[in-house]
């Protein structure tokens, strides 16, 4: 199946940094890319669909400012968590879909804000 | 609006015995449905998927998934469980709009015990 990695794996951060985490398409390429963030035990929480070479599509009540999402090549996007705080510590999951239809989707990016 | 339910959250079963997730969803026109499988600190990995023809759909590691259209149930089902086959899982079904985002239900955990 179609590849999608993501990096870092797990990040730990002070309070007041950004942090970049970026998601690629190993083995395809991917026009749409999809960024979600996923509470413990709970279902994934869709936050913006990031197309290649065009403004990000946020979600209601994603802040745009706060999670910049670029998506500059059709093998690559990236979600920067601006001014992270706690409550941002969370498991974010990008995923980039193939041939129009399913989603792939990365192992994800334990965010720890302290 | 589009939605999907998976009423369980929680199954457990025996090792050896056929296991059944259950998915309901609610879409105008044909539906593309997905099922996927999350172990613990990890993304999601894609199982199967319908989009047409055959209502009974074979996907990875031995599962299966019936498209009921009637009923609007997409359950996913093995035939004989293993203690590896304990994680979570979630049905999904394709938004029609433009970005082509998945919904997800809110998932199952399926416990296997030996």
């Known amino acids: 199946g179609a590849v999608v990695s993501q990096h870092p794996s797990r990040v730990i951060c002070k309070s007041g940094t950004s942090v970049k985490i970026e998601c690629r398409s190993l083995?395809?390429?991917?026009?749409?890319m999809f960024w979600y963030r996923q509470f413990p035990k709970k279902s994934l929480m869709l936050m913006a669909t990031?197309?290649?070479?065009?403004?990000?599509?946020?979600e209601q009540g994603v802040e745009k400012d706060k999670f910049l999402i670029n998506h500059a090549s059709l093998t690559l996007s990236t979600l920067t968590v601006t001014s992270a705080h706690p409550e941002d510590s969370s498991f974010y999951i990008c995923s980039a879909r193939f041939r129009e239809e399913t989603q792939y989707f990365g192992p994800g990016t334990r965010l720890l804000v302290l | 609006a589009q939605s999907v339910a998976q009423p369980e959250d929680q199954v457990n079963v025996a090792e050896g015995n056929p296991l059944t997730v259950k998915c309901t969803y609610s879409?105008?026109?044909?539906?593309?449905l997905f099922w996927y499988v999350q172990y613990p600190n990890r993304g999601l990995q894609f199982l199967l998927k319908y989009i047409t023809g055959d209502n009974l759909v074979k996907g990875s590691y031995g599962f299966e998934a019936e498209f009921n259209k009637s009923q609007t149930s997409f359950h996913l089902k093995k035939p004989s469980a293993l203690v590896s086959d304990s994680a979570l899982y979630f049905c999904?079904?394709?938004?029609?709009?433009?970005?082509?985002?998945?919904?997800f239900g809110q998932g199952t955990t399926l416990q296997v015990k030996p």
């Open positions: 990031s197309n290649e070479g065009s403004k990000a599509t946020y």
């Open positions: 083995d395809f390429q991917a026009t749409t």
């Open positions: 999904a079904v394709r938004d029609m709009g433009n970005t082509g985002k998945l919904i």
């Open positions: 879409v105008s026109g044909n539906p593309y």
